[in-house]
C-alpha cells in the first residue's frame, strides 16, 4: 500500500475527488401528518364523548357514586388534554365527567356524546 494513494493514482482515480450523495427524505419522520390530524379534531370530541358515556354506563349500580367519580375525572381529564385543552379547562372537564359519571341516571342517556358532537359542529371547517 503507498502513501498517498499512489495506487489509485495508478488506477486512474483521483483521491482528491470529492463524491456526492443525494439524500431521500422518507415521509415517515414521526409527526402526524395533515390528515390523521384532521381526522382527529373531527371525530375527537364524539369518540370522546362516547368513552365517558361507556365509562358512565359501567359505574351504574351503588358502586357507581364511588367509582364513577374516581373514574371519571382522570378519564375527563386525559381526554380533555389529548383534545388540546389547557390545564385548567382539563381540570373543569375532569371534575364535570366525574360528577357525571357519579350521577345515577345518566346511564342510558349519551349526554356526554351529545356534548361532544355539538362541540364539533360548532368548530370551524
Known sequence: MAVNG???REQGVDPEETVEVEVE???DSG???KEDLRLVRAIG???S???IDVLDFATLGSA???LGFLLGVPA???LARNLGLDRKRSLYA???CGVYCTIPVTSPIPLATLIGVWVRARQPA
Do not use: C, N, S
Request: charged share 20%.
Open 76 to 78: 375527563g381529564w386525559y
Open 64 to 66: 357507581g357514586a364511588v
Open 94 to 96: 375532569g371534575l364535570a
Open 49 to 51: 364523548g362516547l368513552i
Open 25 to 27: 427524505r422518507l415521509d
Open 45 to 47: 370530541p364524539v369518540i
Open 6 to 8: 499512489a495506487d489509485d
Open 31 to 33: 409527526e402526524p401528518q
